[in-house]
Structures are given as C-alpha cells and as structure tokens.
C-alpha cells in the first residue's frame, strides 16, 4: 500500500480532489491496473449504525460490527472491490486478492487513525462450499465504497474508489465530494412512531427433529465414531409485515453490551444478523489472541443465585469436559503454527446478559510469516462449534441437522491494512429475509447428554434473539 502525504481536510475542495484523483490514474494507466483509493478522515463523534441505518437499502451489500462494552463499531457499505471463493483454499485464496490488493491501494489522510485505511470486510461460511441457493457465497470479502468507524472517542469515515486506467473522473469526485460533505453534518431522520410501536406477529416453524439429532449423535458418541458434535436447531418465523434488520441489531446491542453484535448484507435482500459471545481470532501489533468457548448454564435470578450456578458451572465434568477438547484443539492448532500459546491454567466464567460459559483465553506472538488469515485457516471451525474429531463430526453435521447451516457458526470479521483484524463466530444468529427469518442456535453433545437437555440448552440461546425479533 502506498500512503501519501497529503491531508484531505487541508485542500478541501472539489478541485483539489479531481486533482488528486487525477494522479492516481495516472498510476492506474502506468501500471496498467486498476488502483483502490482509500481517503481517511477523522470527524464528528457518530453512531456507526445510526449512520448506516440512516443510509439503509436492501439492494446494497453491508457489514457490521460492534462491542459496546469497549466502545468499539465499524460499519461499512456498498462495495468498491470485492472477490469470492469456495472449496479447502478459500482462506489462502482471499489472502491472495487481500494482498494484491493492498498491493494497488493508494491511501492518504488519517491512515493511521484507529480504522483508518481500507478495511476488508470477511466472511466465511461453516463449510468450504454451500449447497445450491444459498445467500451467501462460501467465503466472501470486499471493500466497501465508505465505512465508519468509533474507537472511544475517535471517529474515523472512509472513503474507498477503484480508480481504472479509462476512468471517468467527474462522477468519482462528485461521489467522494458528497460522502465528505455528508458525515461533516450527518442528518439522522427517525422511523414513524407507528412502526416502531406496532408488535409484530410471528408464525412460527422448526426446522428437523432435534431431539432424534442428538440420540443419533450420542449412538455415534457411544460407538466410537466422535467424542463431541455440535448440533443446531433452526427455527423458522414468518412476521406480518418486513423485518428491518439493523433495528433487530440495535436490540441485540443493548440486550448484550458484551458480544459482538453485528450484520452482514449481501445485497440481495438477505442479512446475517446476531449477537455472538465467541471470538474466534484476533490480531494486533504482532499478538494474537483467541480463546475456547464451551459448556453452558443459565443466569440466576439473583446475585446468590447465579454464583450458585456459575459454581456449578465449573465443577461440572460434563462441561469441563467438553470444554476442554475445545482448548486442546485450539492450542494444538497453534503450535502447528509453529507459535507458543500462553493460556491460563484453569477455567473463568463468562457472563452474558442470559447465560454463563466456561472460558479460557489464549494468545501468542505472531511471527512475520504467519499471518491472520493462516490462523483463521486453521482455527476453523473449533470443537466449540464442529466437533472432536473436527473432520469425522464436521461430516456428520449435514445429515444430522437436516439443513444447511451457510454462515451460522462462520467465521466473520475485517483485515485492515496493517495485517491486523479481527473474527468472531456467527452465533445466537438469524437469517433475515423480508417478513421471513431464520434462527439458529447449537449445543455440544458429548457422553453424558441428553435430547431433553440440550434441547433446554437450545431454548435458552433461542430466546436472545427471538426477543429481539419480536421487540
């Protein structure tokens, strides 16, 4: 990536800009290729989603992502570049178009600003290839046109252009003029009363018969086949009037200030909204961090309670159990890396608004050679939400659910420019699609589970985002 010296917010004109954008196609022509123009600037405090919200439209691609309890959102829509890819290499695939890329990215401003610089929105599917009419492509990643970002208190806007040897500049710069002149003095326009106060209705429909799932899984866990399986429900909900799904999301992020509550839009209609607990991988200045995720028991109705449960919790072998083909996978896969996990001796609780998990983080030094999206490769999908052995349960998911999972318990996240980014799974999640959604939630069967069990499990994971549906 070439990062010039030039501050936007010091000739901010649109002359000026049709200059500038004039020298990046002279580079275009000279390298015969096009080059992705990225414009940083910080500006006035906004709310990430009340911007894309505001800017709304099915037809146009979106992603994303927030943690409320860190002050943390980023946001981004239509698309200036974008790529796909299936099969066993999707992952080194999109590392390849990421960094050739990077390679003819030409980025000035706040580059340096937290979210600065051109961002690649990532997705990934469970599987390495989707079944016929499927939203969404088995791993996808593209640069949106402009992103939004908040960090604390910093505010970072983005703009994001392929500028081609034969480009037509006038419309580039009027495009660019005009997002500029927008989040300087952003007008937030509120939905009509009515259709924020009218409930809505839901018919409802489940999708398979989990409970023979599980006496199926456990048959296979008794004989030897796996020693854990991950298995979903899908619940099927049919609303009276169109679902809006980034006001779903404003739900899920005040109903869980500590998940990443997220959506992601393919532009057709359809969107992946949710509000996941479990970070897959992260990395930042040379680290990385990721951490197991496994085992479950409600929230007490009170303090005395819930430490009860949480006590529990940590002293069920089931659970520890399960947890731990979780961390030795995690930690096996790393040192395949060639990295040295640090990780705490024992198990912590992890509290969420409706459920308490049995945690252990994990993180390690990051050489040059290993980067994001090797670690991603490899992590995905964990025992948390595939199975032990990962490749004999992952096969017998399919077949046992009885439908296809497409991005729930995916891997979705961003890469910025630096190499660093992060992923999270797609989890406590629904497929929205006009009036129609889908919801999905999971439970691990190991020796020692029951149908009635896990399906209580699945009940309690369930009611997150039903919640926030019929809000």
Same mark, same amino acid.
């Given at each position: %990536?070439?990062?010039?010296?030039?501050?936007?917010?010091?000739?901010?004109?649109?002359?000026?800009?049709?200059?500038?954008?004039?020298?990046?196609?002279?580079?275009?022509?000279?390298?015969?290729?096009?080059?992705?123009?990225?414009?940083?600037?910080?500006?006035?405090?906004?709310?990430?989603?009340?911007?894309?919200?505001?800017? *709304?439209?099915?037809?146009?691609?979106?992603?994303?992502?927030?943690?409320?309890?860190?002050?943390?959102?980023?946001?981004?829509?239509?698309?200036?570049?974008?790529?796909?890819?299936?099969?066993?290499?999707?992952?080194?695939?999109?590392?390849? !178009?990421?960094?050739?890329?990077?390679?003819?990215?030409?980025?000035?401003?706040?580059?340096?600003?937290?979210?600065?610089?051109?961002?690649?929105?990532?997705?990934?599917? *469970?599987?390495?290839?989707?079944?016929?009419?499927?939203?969404?492509?088995?791993?996808?990643?593209?640069?949106?046109?402009?992103?939004?970002?908040?960090?604390?208190?910093?505010?970072?806007?983005?703009?994001?252009?392929?500028?081609?040897?034969?480009?037509?500049?006038?419309?580039?710069?009027? &495009?660019?003029?005009?997002?500029?002149?927008? *989040?300087?003095?952003?007008?937030?326009? +509120?939905?009509?009363?009515?259709?924020?106060?009218?409930?809505?209705?839901?018919?409802?429909?489940?999708?398979?018969?989990? &409970?023979?799932?599980?006496?199926?899984?456990?048959?296979?866990?008794?004989?030897?086949?796996?020693?854990?399986?991950?298995?979903?429900?899908?619940?099927?909900?049919?609303?009276?009037?169109?679902?809006?799904?980034?006001?779903?999301?404003?739900?899920?992020?005040?109903?869980?200030?500590?998940?990443?509550?997220?959506?992601?839009?393919?532009?057709?209609?359809?969107?992946?909204?949710?509000?996941?607990?479990?970070?897959?991988? &992260?990395?930042?200045?040379? %680290?990385?961090?990721?951490?197991?995720?496994?085992?479950?028991?409600?929230?007490?109705?009170? +303090?005395?309670?819930?430490?009860?449960?949480?006590?529990?919790?940590?002293?069920?072998?089931?659970?520890?159990?399960?947890?731990?083909?979780?961390?030795?996978?995690?930690?096996?896969?790393?040192?395949?890396?060639?990295?040295?996990?640090?990780?705490?001796?024992?198990?912590?609780?992890?509290?969420?608004?409706?459920?308490?998990?049995?945690?252990?983080?994990?993180?390690?030094?990051?050489?040059?050679?290993?980067?994001?999206?090797?670690?991603?490769?490899?992590?995905?999908?964990?025992?948390?939400?595939?199975?032990?052995?990962?490749?004999?349960?992952?096969?017998?998911?399919?077949?046992?659910?009885?439908?296809?999972?497409?991005?729930?318990?995916?891997?979705?996240? !961003?890469?910025? +420019?630096?190499?660093?980014?992060?992923?999270?799974?797609?989890?406590?999640?629904?497929?929205?699609?006009?009036?129609?959604?889908?919801?999905?939630?999971?439970?691990?069967?190991?020796?020692?589970?029951?149908?009635?069990?896990?399906?209580?499990?699945?009940?309690?994971?369930?009611?997150? %985002?039903?919640? +926030?549906?019929?809000?």
């Amino acid at each position: %990536m070439t990062i010039l010296p030039l501050n936007p917010a010091d000739n901010a004109s649109p002359e000026a800009l049709r200059a500038f954008l004039g020298q990046c196609r002279d580079a275009a022509v000279r390298t015969g290729r096009p080059k992705l123009v990225s414009i940083s600037l910080a500006v006035d405090a906004l709310d990430p989603l009340a911007v894309l919200e505001s800017i *709304f439209e099915p037809d146009e691609p979106h992603f994303y992502a927030e943690r409320p309890d860190i002050a943390t959102a980023i946001a981004g829509a239509e698309t200036a570049a974008a790529f796909a890819a299936h099969g066993p290499g999707r992952f080194a695939a999109v590392q390849r !178009w990421v960094d050739e890329t990077r390679e003819h990215t030409i980025a000035v401003g706040d580059v340096a600003a937290p979210f600065g610089g051109p961002h690649f929105f990532t997705a990934f599917t *469970f599987a390495d290839e989707v079944e016929p009419g499927e939203p969404f492509a088995a791993a996808r990643v593209f640069v949106p046109r402009w992103q939004i970002a908040r960090a604390g208190a910093v505010t970072t806007a983005v703009a994001n252009l392929l500028v081609a040897p034969d480009a037509d500049l006038a419309p580039l710069t009027e &495009r660019v003029w005009r997002a500029h002149g927008k *989040f300087h003095g952003f007008r937030f326009q +509120a939905p009509a009363p009515a259709e924020l106060l009218t409930p809505l209705r839901f018919s409802t429909r489940e999708a398979g018969d989990y &409970r023979a799932a599980v006496s199926r899984a456990l048959a296979g866990i008794a004989g030897g086949e796996f020693s854990k399986i991950v298995l979903a429900r899908a619940q099927d909900l049919t609303a009276d009037r169109p679902l809006h799904p980034l006001r779903v999301l404003n739900g899920l992020r005040q109903r869980f200030p500590d998940c990443y509550a997220f959506s992601l839009a393919n532009g057709c209609g359809q969107s992946f909204i949710g509000a996941s607990p479990e970070r897959l991988v &992260r990395v930042s200045k040379g %680290m990385l961090e990721t951490e197991a995720l496994a085992g479950s028991i409600r929230r007490g109705a009170g +303090a005395s309670e819930d430490a009860a449960l949480a006590v529990a919790l940590l002293g069920s072998e089931k659970d520890r159990r399960e947890q731990q083909f979780v961390l030795e996978s995690v930690l096996g896969r790393l040192t395949q890396l060639g990295l040295t996990p640090v990780f705490p001796d024992r198990p912590a609780i992890r509290r969420l608004a409706n459920v308490q998990h049995l945690q252990t983080p994990v993180s390690a030094e990051l050489p040059e050679n290993v980067r994001l999206l090797d670690a991603l490769g490899l992590l995905h999908p964990t025992p948390a939400v595939g199975g032990t052995p990962q490749a004999t349960a992952v096969a017998r998911i399919r077949g046992l659910e009885g439908f296809p999972r497409g991005l729930y318990a995916g891997a979705l996240g !961003w890469l910025n +420019a630096r190499g660093g980014g992060e992923f999270f799974v797609g989890l406590r999640s629904a497929l929205v699609d006009g009036a129609a959604a889908r919801v999905y939630a999971g439970a691990g069967i190991v020796a020692g589970s029951t149908p009635e069990k896990e399906f209580a499990e699945t009940e309690l994971k369930f009611k997150a %985002m039903l919640d +926030a549906l019929r809000a």
